[in-house]
Structure formats: structure tokens, C-alpha cells
């Protein structure tokens, strides 16, 4: 008896200690931009919500911040030699939050899940897949429709998240509501528009590697109210801090800031072809769009609107992408080639162009400023300022002339481009069309090796850079503040927080 | 002397004063009715001198003078993108003061042609006008106004007719109130004996009795109606990019509290002074127009 309450008190005595050394008993503050969706890996379509899934959902297969696959859940995998088998070998000894183990049955279960879910997001995803057939408690072969270059990729997101088989066949489409995954941490509880709280689990394969009791995130969409939590130390890290800030955020001694280039672009689409505005100068005359390309200057813009700190463009790709083509370097600003290309399109008095613009600082200050830089070579621009989700609804059911719109990006450069630029393509909202481009996105989706691919994608975009269905403006940094007690994050290009080895130090 | 006796009538004081307005003697004598007048007059003049002031064009970019703090060469300052904050005032103020007049220009001119309809013949023609009326005072005026904006797409002509349409309920409620009252006067019913026609009554005898309420009602909408116009115009919905208007270049320059507070603060003095300046005005005017002695 007496030796139990000497190896309880020791016990609790080493609690105590393990407690207070540095890196425990921290509640990890994080701003969000705005309040995640449905916590519904399947269901969920914001980037926000991605950013809480990296704590609470681990996936299969993860990303370097050099963007190279990595084992998360699954430890290998080997594509068979025509492409149309991939067996994967998963990691042992790992549990879901509610207990249930993690092995092949679970992902057979999970991919299933997110191409039959009515409710699913990412049935177009994972579509390669045609059957997943269970070879051992760790082993799953999954055979696809044909050779798909683009699925490891999609694993490394939202489609390779795993959730708990019981858990999502008990909630259906509820479990967005109490979401039980095998991440680091678990769901505690959410507050609509006021936080969502997440727990250490501590039962995950990794959790040496995890610092912090519980992390909770807080929807605060005003970026200069971020960096004023940031600084009073009501929160401990803020995600895109607006570029503008960038001088106040490093002044202070408190706060690091670090930056990635993002994945993904911001520009101007036009409507060629989609519905009766599709037939109006813009998207019947290429050497217009080329004109208005030619009348903006893309490094004065970014020096105006964000003081530098983000990357110029003309791609769908940044240019530090390893997919860039470095023979379409950015073109700099001509305002004679534009009024030039004006003239030959038999616009040499000048021509109008309505643009649709989200209703936010950022893209109207943009906008504001082509606007200033067209008007030099003859083009007016008037522009039409709409809530994002109006403005979305019109781009599809072509209800626009040209749309300033962007796109956060994607790991594999398909994501980037066929969507957008193939014919019937999911979000091909120019209705953009051309059999060349067709050939050359179906070829690089199924094209064995990088090499290969990256010679695809270069001719698509001579074709790209000469049609202009899309005008690429830049490539937005994420910038990332947090409090210099925070030691050890990583930043990645695809905008994620990931706490693996991030300590926090009194 | 029967002389004498005639009573000297031309000597009487109160009849030999030259004919003077009581209402503008009232009003001269309220001084906070005359510095709303002073602040509503100086922007108007600001306003209507904009095309003539020697200002830089209000949409023009300086890519060299990106937020500035204020200096000889800009008065107040430069916004987000180089432009020139004074220049974007004083244009903006014609948004503003346009915005503000024409909305309770319309609402006036819809709600008291049916408030005057509506009270004098009552009855059903009453009941239709008034649930209609009821029904639109049930939603908050600025919740109405944005609704119709954001359903008229946005352009400061639909920010106007929103606002005007949303303001219109008060108008038809006053003059129904005030023609309800009137209508039972001697001097209407005696005008309904001689047998004038409807139209030449409400317009001869009702209309010009009911008119001292509405101009005041209508300097107070006029303040209300600028605010409704910056909050639309703070939504995106009210005056587009790049034209100028109070309500867009606070919402911009609440991104940069910390590093441009200029941009921020000349707007919001601006609609400050102005809404001020009506709401003084309206408050004299009903002092001035009260027939009732203070």
C-alpha cells in the first residue's frame, strides 16, 4: 500500500514537472482569415478549412516545402508498371481519434466514403480510382481507370485524408459536426464564427513530435485586428498578413514573420466562348487580351499594392515553380505594342472593358491600378464590384465580360491548368477551346515521368500566353506572424500550418 | 371732429412694420440652425466648385506617392494607390450631397403624392397605401436599402433609387398623418362647398399645409440618406472604382489604420460635418416652422 502512494505521488510530482517544462501546457491562438466550412474533409471546399484539417486529419502522403511527396499514413507505394495499379504499404500502430485502428480497411472504406458520399467534394478527385482491394492488414492496391500522374498528388490534400470508418458511417453527412480523424490533435469543440478548439491526442504515431496541449483557431477576418491580437498577445500566430503590414509586423521585436510563394496566381479571365457575352471584342480578338497584357506593368503593381513583397507574373505557375517556363520570361510593360495591337484589331480610338472584381480591398486596389496602367494604352475599364460567391455564380454561368479571380493552387500542376483550360473542363468558365490544348493537358496527365510532363506543360503554355483565356497578374505570398516565443515552424508553399517540431519557449 | 374720430389706421404699429417672415426672423435667431446651414452650405459649394477648383483629378495614380502623409503637394494626403485624398473628398462630397438630395427627392416625390391620396379619401384607397407602407417600415431602412441595392446591382443611380425607395415609407406616413388633421378644417370643407374640384383642394388648400413637417422631415432624411450612401458605398454596392465616394475611401482606409490614419480620417470628418450640418438645419427649420411661440 504504502509503495502505491510513493509511486503516485512520484507520479504526479513527474507530471507536474513535465508539465511545466518548456513546450507543455501551451495553448497554441491561431487567426484565421475567415471561419472554416464544414469539417468534413470529403464535404469541404475553403482554404481555411485545410489549414485546421493539418491538425486534425493526417493524410496519406504529405509535402515537403519543396514540394515532393512524402509517407504520412502510408509509408511507400509503387505504381505498377502500366500505371494502372498502385499498391501502398500503411503505417502500423496508428488509431483514430475514437480508438478505431488504422489499416487497409480504413482507407478502402475512406475512398469509397469520398467518391459515393452524395455530399462529396472530391468525387472528380479521386475518379482514376476504379477498385481497392485489401492484399494485408497494411497493404492496399488500389486500380485505376488508366495511367494517373495526378493522384499521389490529390493524396497529399483533402482526398487523402482519413477519417474513422465508425465515426463517419454513424454521423453520415453530420460528421462535419464532431469530426474524428487520426491527426495530431482531436476535436474538442467549435463556436460557429468564434473558434474551433482541437486537443492533443495522445495516442498519435507521432506525438513526440507535438508541443502544444490544444490548439484553437479564431475566424478574425480584419488583417490589421490580426496583427493588433497579435501584438497585445491575445493570439500567438496569424495566417496572411496583408503585405502593407508587413514593415509594422517586422518593427516588432515580439513577432517573426515568414513568407512562401504560393502555389497558386491571381488575374483576369476572360469569356471567350460561354454564353451569348461570349461573343463581344474581348473574347472573339486575341491581340486585344495580348494588348491589355501588354499595358500592365506587373512590377509596378506589386510594388504599389503589396510594397514588393509578392511575385509578379505571366503563368500558372510562380516563377520559382519548378514547372515555370523560363522561355516565356515576364514580358515588360509596351503601352506602343498595346495601342499597336489595338489599331491592328480596329481599335485605334480606344475600347471599353467591363471587368467583375471581388468586393474586397485587395482586388479592387489591384483592379484600380490595371485600370490607371490600361487607360494609358486606350483601354477603359469600368469596373463591377460583387460579392465573392455573386461573382463565382455569374464567371459560370458566363454572365461577364472579364473576371479578376484567382485560383490558392494545387501541388500538381494539373490542378493549375486542365480544369481551366480543356474543353468541358470542370471550371472552365471562358469555355476556352482548342483541340492542341485538349491533347497536350490529357497527355501530361498520364505522361510516366516529370521530364516528360514538364515538356507538355511548356508547349500548352506558348499556346496559353498567345490565347490569353486567362491574364496572369501575380503570385500571392503567404505570410505567416507569429510570437517569437514560437520556435521551429516551417513555412510551406501550399499556405498550410504544420506543428510537427514547433515548440514554444518561455 | 369726425376727423378724429375715423380710427388712424395707418399709424398702427403691428400693421405698419414691414411685412417681415416670422419664420426666417425664428430662424436667424437659432444659432445651431445656422452653423448646420454654414457646414451644409460649404460643402455644397465645395461640391458644385469641384470641376472648377484647381484639384487634381480625383482618379489619377501616382505610383511615386503611394499613401503619403499630408504635404504641400498633397493637402491631405495620399490613398492606397497615389491618388490625391483632397481631390478625392471634394468629389466625393458630390456623391454625397447627390446621393443625399436626390434619394429624399424621390422619396418625397412618391411619398407624398400617396400620403396626400391616402389621407384624404381614406378607406380603402387608405387601407391598400397604408399596409403597403406598414409592410416596408417593417424592415430596417439601411437592411431595405441594401437589399434593393444589392438586388438593383451596384452603381451609385441604384444606391440613390434604393435609398429613395426605403426613405419613401416616412413621407407617405407623414403627409397622411398631417392631411388627416387638415382635412376637417373650415377652409376645406368651405372650399369642398363652393365646389372646387378635388385636385385644385389638395393642391391649393392641403398640400401647401402639410408642406413646413415635410421639409424638415425631408433635411433629416437628407442626413440619413448620406449615411445610407457611405455604408453602401463601404459595402461595394453604392459608388464604383474609381470615382470617389466617403463611404468606398473608409472602407479602404480601414486596412491601413496604423500606416495611412489620413486616409481614414478625412472621410469620416467629412460625413461627420455634413450629416452635423443637415441635422442642425432640420432642427432649426422645425424650430422655425412651429407656430407655436417659444
Not at chain 1, 482548342?434 to 491533347?439: C, G, I, L, N, T
Not at chain 2, 396626400?116 to 409592410?135: H, N
Request: glycine share 8%; with cysteine.
Amino acid at each position: 500500500m504504502k509503495h502505491v502512494k510513493t509511486a503516485i505521488i512520484t507520479a504526479v510530482m513527474g507530471a507536474t514537472a513535465l508539465s511545466a517544462a518548456p513546450g507543455f501546457a501551451k495553448d497554441l491562438r491561431i487567426a484565421l482569415q475567415s471561419d472554416a466550412d464544414v469539417l468534413d474533409p470529403d464535404q469541404s471546399r475553403t482554404f481555411v478549412g485545410r489549414i485546421v484539417y493539418a491538425s486534425l486529419c493526417d493524410k496519406l502522403v504529405d509535402i515537403t516545402p519543396d514540394l515532393e511527396i512524402i509517407p504520412q499514413l502510408a509509408t511507400s507505394w509503387e505504381t505498377s508498371s502500366d500505371g494502372t495499379q498502385v499498391t501502398m504499404q500503411l503505417r502500423e500502430g496508428v488509431v483514430f481519434h475514437d480508438g478505431a485502428p488504422f489499416n487497409a480497411e480504413a482507407v478502402a472504406a475512406n475512398i469509397e466514403r469520398s467518391q459515393t458520399l452524395d455530399e462529396s467534394r472530391r468525387k472528380s478527385e479521386l475518379k482514376s480510382i476504379t477498385a481497392t482491394e485489401v492484399t494485408g492488414e497494411h497493404e492496399i492496391v488500389l486500380t485505376l481507370a488508366g495511367p494517373d500522374a495526378t493522384l499521389i498528388a490529390q493524396l497529399a490534400d483533402r482526398a487523402g485524408m482519413m477519417v474513422s470508418p465508425t465515426a463517419a458511417a454513424a454521423a453520415g453527412a453530420d460528421f462535419g459536426l464532431n469530426p474524428v480523424c487520426s491527426g495530431p490533435f482531436a476535436f474538442e469543440e467549435r463556436v460557429a464564427q468564434d473558434k474551433i478548439v482541437l486537443k492533443k491526442f495522445d495516442d498519435y504515431w507521432n506525438a513526440g513530435a507535438i508541443h502544444f496541449d490544444s490548439v484553437t483557431f479564431l475566424p478574425i477576418p480584419d488583417t490589421t485586428v490580426r496583427l493588433a491580437n497579435l501584438q497585445s498577445g491575445d493570439i500567438d500566430m496569424l495566417e496572411r498578413l496583408a503585405a502593407t503590414d508587413l514593415a509594422q509586423a517586422e518593427a516588432d521585436q515580439n513577432i517573426v514573420v515568414d513568407s512562401a510563394v504560393s502555389l497558386g496566381y491571381q488575374g483576369i479571365t476572360f469569356n471567350i466562348d460561354n454564353g451569348e457575352k461570349g461573343d463581344n471584342p474581348w473574347g472573339n480578338d486575341k491581340r486585344l487580351r495580348q494588348a491589355l497584357s501588354y499595358a500592365i506593368d506587373r512590377e509596378a503593381l506589386n510594388q504599389v499594392v503589396f510594397e514588393g513583397a509578392f511575385a509578379p507574373g505571366n503563368q500558372a505557375f510562380p516563377p520559382t515553380s519548378p514547372w515555370y517556363n523560363k522561355d516565356l520570361p515576364l514580358q515588360s510593360r509596351d503601352v506602343e505594342k498595346a495601342k499597336g495591337l489595338l489599331a491592328e484589331a480596329g481599335f485605334e480610338g480606344g475600347i471599353d472593358l467591363e471587368v467583375q472584381v471581388p468586393n474586397t480591398t485587395v482586388p479592387l486596389q489591384v483592379m484600380q491600378v490595371v485600370q490607371a496602367m490600361a487607360a494609358e494604352a486606350g483601354i477603359n475599364i469600368s469596373l463591377t464590384s460583387k460579392e465573392f460567391a455573386t461573382l463565382l455564380a455569374d464567371q459560370s454561368a458566363g454572365d461577364y465580360t472579364a473576371s479578376q479571380i484567382g485560383w490558392s493552387g494545387r501541388v500538381d500542376p494539373d490542378g493549375n491548368n486542365h480544369q481551366f483550360v480543356t474543353t468541358g473542363g470542370g471550371i472552365n468558365d471562358s469555355k476556352f477551346s482548342d483541340p492542341k490544348m485538349d491533347e497536350l493537358m490529357n497527355a501530361a496527365r498520364v505522361a510516366p515521368s516529370t521530364e516528360e510532363r514538364k515538356a507538355l506543360y511548356d508547349e500548352a503554355k506558348v499556346i496559353m500566353l498567345d490565347e490569353l483565356p486567362r491574364l496572369f497578374l501575380y503570385h500571392q505570398n503567404w505570410i505567416w506572424a507569429y510570437n517569437s516565443k514560437m520556435k521551429g515552424y516551417t513555412p510551406y508553399p501550399d499556405g498550410m500550418i504544420r506543428l510537427e517540431n514547433v515548440t514554444w519557449e518561455e | 371732429m369726425k376727423d378724429t374720430a375715423v380710427p388712424d389706421i395707418a399709424l398702427d404699429p403691428v400693421l405698419t412694420a414691414p411685412p417681415e417672415n416670422r419664420v426666417w426672423k425664428k430662424f436667424r435667431g437659432h444659432g445651431s440652425a445656422l452653423l448646420g446651414g454654414v457646414l451644409v452650405a460649404f460643402f455644397v459649394l465645395i461640391a458644385l466648385a469641384a470641376p472648377i477648383l484647381p484639384i487634381p483629378d480625383p482618379a489619377a495614380t501616382d505610383w511615386g506617392a503611394v499613401r503619403k502623409a499630408p504635404s504641400w503637394d498633397h493637402w491631405m494626403g495620399t490613398d492606397e494607390i497615389g491618388r490625391d485624398v483632397l481631390a478625392r473628398m471634394i468629389w466625393g462630397a458630390q456623391a454625397s450631397l447627390l446621393a443625399g438630395v436626390v434619394s429624399v427627392g424621390i422619396a418625397v416625390m412618391m411619398g407624398v403624392p400617396l400620403g396626400l391620396v391616402a389621407g384624404y379619401f381614406g378607406g380603402w384607397t387608405d387601407a391598400v397605401i397604408s399596409r403597403c407602407t406598414e409592410a416596408l417600415l417593417a424592415a430596417p431602412f439601411l437592411i431595405l436599402a441594401i437589399a434593393l441595392a444589392a438586388f438593383l446591382g451596384p452603381s451609385l443611380t441604384n444606391a440613390m433609387i434604393a435609398i429613395g425607395i426605403s426613405a419613401t415609407p416616412i413621407f407617405i406616413r407623414l403627409t397622411r398623418g398631417q392631411v388627416i388633421n387638415i382635412k376637417s378644417e373650415d377652409y376645406v370643407d368651405s372650399a369642398r362647398a363652393i365646389g372646387l374640384p378635388t385636385y385644385r383642394i389638395l393642391s391649393r388648400y392641403i398640400l401647401p399645409n402639410v408642406l413646413p413637417p415635410i421639409l424638415v422631415q425631408a433635411t433629416l432624411t437628407i442626413a440619413t440618406a448620406i449615411i445610407a450612401e457611405a455604408s453602401l458605398s463601404f459595402l461595394g454596392l453604392g459608388q464604383q472604382p474609381p470615382a470617389p465616394s466617403w463611404g468606398s475611401m473608409l472602407n479602404t482606409a480601414k486596412n491601413f489604420l496604423n500606416q495611412a490614419p489620413w486616409m481614414a480620417m478625412w472621410p469620416g470628418v467629412s460625413i461627420f460635418l455634413v450629416v452635423l450640418g443637415f441635422n442642425l438645419l432640420g432642427d432649426g427649420l422645425r424650430d422655425a416652422l412651429d407656430p407655436r411661440e417659444h
